[in-house]
């Protein structure tokens, strides 16, 4: 149905009301599904820890299609047919659905069709959650496997996949998945190329000498550049630019020490044993931020 012809199919379908009964229990639903629809805006209303959680990571995602299956997934709980556990763990299969489609570099197609269809064709015989999943995984719906995912992290040049807003956030909770003991906000931390998107000179000497004998620069470059193993997060991109990787982390480490100068780790000093780009990213952290796989492995 089109956003345009919602209101006159709800005029419809409440004209077909008879009774008074018929119309106060229509009322009711409305004010029920009310009620859940606010916990959906305002996470912080929801009493479960695990569904507050995975509904304020939904709400940071920032789809809005995904409301109706939240909505039928609180339903579903109000009515006594799913527990909170159910309900959260079918929530974290549709964050690891587009944290996933994200990774492979589909982090669009379909994906309004796919949200708005799942309540009303998911199976009705499964526990909620594997419903959710079991949808979810069959047809070209793209939740990526595991397999797949290690795939995509090491080719997709995924700083050019999706929205700005959901690529920071994929690596913010990547680096949260770390638990940090020097957790940082986030709220000005932009997303930088360690191997920079326009290379100095420096930077095609020093990855030159890593390259095999069939290999060069421009493709190297190109191939590595937009993955997740060549970005991070910081607050010093303007200061960083096209420096060479032995001076990117010092002003982070410069900040910690002066924060904490009875505390400077060891290494907090001076450039890296090995100045070069990282070529394979963390995928055992992708994945666990990725969730659970598809298959339920």
Same mark, same amino acid.
């Given at each position: ?11 419809? %379908?409440?004209?077909?009301? %008879? ?9 009711? %639903? ?38 109706? =299956?939240?909505?039928? =997934? ?50 009705? +015989? ?19 496997? +595991? ?26 909770? =990547? ?26 000179? #420096? ?15 421009? #493709? ?18 303007? #200061? ?14 410069? #900040? ?25 990213? %963390? ?15």
């Amino acid at each position: 149905m089109k956003q345009t012809d919602v209101y006159s199919a709800q005029q419809a %379908r409440l004209n077909r009301l %008879r009774s008074e009964e018929e119309i106060e229990a229509e009322v009711q %639903r409305f004010s029920r599904l009310g009620a859940l629809l606010r916990v959906i805006l305002h996470p912080g209303e929801e009493q479960h820890s695990g569904v507050r959680r995975r509904l304020e990571r939904l709400s940071a995602w920032g789809t809005t299609t995904v409301y109706p =299956l939240l909505l039928h =997934l609180l339903d579903r709980r109000e009515q006594g047919t799913a527990t909170s556990e159910q309900v959260a763990s079918a929530m974290l299969y549709v964050e690891s659905f587009f944290v996933r489609r994200l990774l492979i570099g589909r982090a669009t197609a379909n994906i309004n069709r796919i949200l708005l269809s799942v309540v009303t064709e998911m199976s009705k +015989d499964l526990p909620v959650d594997e419903a959710v999943r079991a949808y979810l995984s069959v047809g070209r719906k793209y939740y990526a496997t +595991d397999s797949s995912v290690r795939a995509a992290v090491r080719s997709i040049p995924y700083y050019l996949n999706g929205r700005p807003h959901q690529r920071n956030l994929v690596l913010r909770w =990547l680096e949260e998945s770390y638990g940090s003991k020097e957790p940082v906000s986030p709220d000005s931390l932009t997303i930088e190329h360690v191997l920079p998107q326009t290379p100095t000179t #420096e930077w095609r000497q020093m990855l030159s000498t890593d390259l095999g004998p069939e290999e060069n620069f421009r #493709e190297a470059h190109e191939a590595l550049v937009h993955t997740p193993g060549n970005l991070t997060l910081t607050g010093y991109n303007s #200061e960083l630019s096209n420096s060479s990787f032995p001076v990117k982390p010092r002003p982070a480490r410069q #900040e910690r020490d002066r924060a904490q100068p009875g505390n400077r780790r060891a290494g907090s000093v001076g450039p890296p044993r090995n100045p070069r780009p990282r070529r394979r990213p %963390r995928r055992s952290h992708c994945l666990h931020l990725a969730g659970a796989d598809r298959a339920g492995g």
